[in-house]
């Protein structure tokens, strides 16, 4: 088991940033790819980045492309999302998830533990 717990959301204006965070407790955090997804109101989950076990290959999804960058700390068992010139339809519930898959995928499916989420605000 893994357990996952992100932190770091919050109410931020248009062109603001954010640090989102999220530990890892249980099994060896190195094993995992790690992804960041969000849900917005009404609308299904959808994928932000992912990064894979040793930070050498990172996947971004076009809505963050530019803007969002995800990072890992091994040696601190965390996984971070730093979200830069953030924009109204950023607003959503980000999760962070891990995956036990060799390759970095970017569908829900292929994650195996997942966090409650952190909610992110962006007013205009």
């Known amino acids: 088991q893994v357990q996952l717990v992100e932190s770091g959301g919050g109410l931020v204006q248009a062109g603001g940033s954010l640090r989102l965070s999220c530990a890892a407790s249980?099994?060896?955090?190195?094993?995992?790819?790690m992804g960041w997804f969000r849900q917005a109101p009404g609308k299904e989950r959808e994928f932000v980045q992912a990064?894979?076990?040793?930070?050498?290959?990172?996947y971004y999804a076009g809505s963050g492309k530019g803007r969002f960058t995800i990072s890992r700390d091994n040696a601190k068992s965390t996984v971070y999302l730093q979200m830069n010139s953030l924009k109204p339809e950023d607003t959503a519930v980000y999760y962070c998830?891990?995956?036990?898959?060799?390759?970095?995928?970017?569908?829900?499916?292929?994650?195996?533990?997942w966090g409650q989420g952190t909610k992110v605000t962006v007013s205009s």
């Open positions: 990064i894979s076990w040793n930070g050498g290959t990172t």
């Open positions: 998830a891990a995956s036990a898959a060799v390759v970095v995928g970017s569908r829900p499916e292929e994650y195996d533990y």
């Open positions: 249980g099994r060896t955090f190195g094993n995992y790819v």
